[in-house]
């Protein structure tokens, strides 16, 4: 199976609140809704932090951001829009930017079939939500990214699933 690289974005604003898109899965149009970072597949020839980059742009709009660590990494498989399973590499970026209202004129069509919301949520909300919120323990390990505490080297986060 291909491995997929892909950049998660941890975007925040001034007030420190974090980016989250509500969507589906392309393999499940008709599933149930989830939320989960901005962010996407890292194209040939770009760097991670180019993509992450790139992904902020068509995704909010946002220009001007500043981009900080690799803060976790994740993964596992999935499919893609298009119907390949691959094996997702995720790396989780924090970025900051001025805020605003997110734009959807750069989403692609399947973004725009499958993505339901997109919005800012403070610390709080994160951790009130009954929702569900990827990656696993997003309001837990967020707090920390947040505050400005980084790990030294990106901090594994994949959930290994046991069979019972």
Known sequence: MRERLTARV?????????????????????????????????????????????EIAEETGFTEVEIGPVVWTREG?????????????ENYIVARCAGGEPSREG????????????????LDEVAATTERIYPERFGELIIDVAAGTYPDAPLAITVIAVAS
């Open 10 to 54: 941890l975007l925040f604003d001034p007030q420190g609140r974090i980016l989250l898109m509500k969507g589906r899965l392309a393999n499940r149009p008709q599933g149930t809704s989830s939320w989960f970072t901005i962010g996407g597949g890292v194209d040939e020839g770009e760097s991670l932090i180019e993509g992450a980059i790139r």
């Open 77 to 89: 498989p999935g499919v893609l829009v298009t119907g390949e399973h691959v094996i997702f590499k």
């Open 107 to 122: 989403w692609a069509d399947y973004e725009v079939d499958l993505i339901d919301d997109i919005r800012w949520w403070t």
